[in-house]
């Protein structure tokens, strides 16, 4: 059968399943370890390596791209695995479909952004039949896949949702799975004008596009994104990438590149700090850690790069360190208000700190990505993880009143699983009005590619 007709035969035949994956977020790996490993063979068993937070990300050349889908930096750093991927004959003749319609759309005249977003995006019959293909591939090459997994996905903990997944085919069918939804989502809000899906944390005050999807200033600067991108379609050899670089161009376009700012940490804004760590008696502090939850410039009282209520926060939490309840201070909020800002929360409330109290900055821990209450959480939990933080020694989340009430609701719970997941955090008494007791969860190492400024 020639590998065209194959690619046609699998998108008809896969077809049916449209419609069948639950809509909750990542409800698609709820049979990740009974009805979905029923087609694999026992090939394909095997025991995921744990995280491991010595790990080392791989780099390409964008930042935001390694940060949203990492999954293709990887195949693209490991010569064994990018080979089988580009010689499979579904995978190949899907690619050279994909490079079709870029030629095409970029060869039209008068094209509008709706256009371009729907001819540069994976339909659901394709999503389903490259889910297919990329799990047949992994199944038929398991030995190369096993190695892989246990070097890179498990112990990077950015796919660690799927942790519990013993199938390797289903683990990175599943990943790819997310990397083809996340792709679209890009491409629909930043090009297409579609507002995400309430499983997403999309907030439209901040995350909003750029453009009005009928504007001209747009249509044309993807007329000129696509034109490049087709003049480069020749250097393509994986299926995804035609449709991953119009994503990440709309992105660049919309000039949204907060996922990829500040990386690695532990080499800039975090140096100090993770290089103290090691150094630190744990057992000496009643707690490991003071998170102090951001608050952006958002009224006319405020100053440019921090609000009155980011100094307020700031000034207590300040207070919690001096009491000597913890041997650090962290702040998480990132480039929020007004759009496009150039000031991050928790980098502004970070210096307020240094300059105003002195502290020295290997005590000062930042997450300068957040954007949510949710994710203010889960990416402070991260670097718990990351930095070797004891994850099993209580820490402390302090910030207003109202705020505070929230973090410890079942509004904050459902919405948490909802658009992340998981629920980022143990919580445990109440210190007070403002406090909190908690311990991060394992889950929120898993970078989320629904959420495109901030995985």
Not at 180 to 200: C, E, R, V, W
Not at 407 to 413: D, E, K, L, N, R
Request: charged fraction near 20%.
């Amino acid at each position: 059968m020639k590998a065209t007709t194959k690619i046609i035969h699998l998108f008809l035949t896969t077809s049916m399943f449209l419609g069948c994956y639950p809509p909750d977020k990542y409800s698609v790996s709820s049979d990740r370890t009974t009805s979905g490993d029923a087609g694999s063979t026992g090939k394909t068993a095997f025991t995921p390596s744990a995280f491991n937070k010595n790990y080392v990300f791989l780099e390409s050349d964008s930042k935001v791209k390694d940060r949203n889908f990492y999954w293709t930096t990887l195949v693209e750093k490991n010569a064994t695995i990018s080979a089988i991927i580009e010689n499979d004959e579904v995978l190949s003749a899907y690619l050279q479909t994909a490079k079709l319609r870029l030629n095409t759309i970029a060869n039209q005249s008068n094209v509008t952004a709706v256009e371009f977003a729907t001819a540069l995006k994976f339909s659901d019959n394709e999503k389903v039949a490259l889910s297919t293909a990329v799990k047949n591939v992994v199944a038929n090459n398991a030995t190369a896949f096993i190695d892989f997994s246990n070097a890179q996905i498990a112990p990077s903990g950015a796919f660690n949702i799927f942790k519990e997944v013993t199938k390797v085919d289903r683990l990175n069918q599943l990943i790819v799975d997310e990397m083809l939804m996340g792709i679209n989502q890009i491409i629909d809000t930043y090009a297409g004008g579609i507002k995400p899906p309430s499983t997403t944390p999309y907030d439209p005050l901040i995350d909003k596009p750029d453009y009005d999807v009928n504007s001209v200033e747009l249509k044309l600067l993807l007329q000129t994104l696509v034109t490049d991108l087709n003049s480069k379609k020749d250097q393509y050899k994986l299926f995804y990438q035609p449709f991953l670089n119009f994503a990440l161009g709309v992105l660049e376009i919309n000039k949204r590149d907060e996922a990829g700012k500040y990386f690695p940490m532990e080499n800039g804004v975090n140096k100090a700090v993770y290089e103290n760590i090691p150094t630190i008696k744990w057992s000496d502090y009643d707690y490991s850690v003071i998170v102090v939850l951001g608050d952006s410039p958002n009224s006319p009282s405020d100053l440019p790069n921090i609000s009155l209520g980011g100094m307020a926060r700031a000034d207590y939490g300040v207070a919690l360190y001096k009491q000597g309840k913890a041997p650090i201070i962290a702040f998480t909020g990132g480039h929020l208000f007004p759009i496009h800002t150039i000031y991050s929360e928790a980098i502004e409330m970070k210096k307020y700190v240094m300059e105003k109290y002195g502290i020295p900055e290997n005590r000062i821990l930042v997450d300068p990505h957040a954007r949510h209450t949710t994710s203010n959480m889960r990416n402070i939990g991260r670097l718990f993880f990351r930095y070797g933080i004891p994850t099993d020694k209580k820490a402390i989340v302090s910030t207003t009143l109202s705020q505070s009430k929230y973090v410890a609701s079942t509004t904050f719970m459902t919405r948490s699983q909802r658009e992340m997941g998981h629920i980022p955090m143990q919580l445990y008494n109440r210190l007070s009005d403002f406090d909190l007791e908690f311990t991060p969860k394992i889950e929120v190492l898993h970078l989320d590619s629904s959420d495109p400024l901030d995985p």
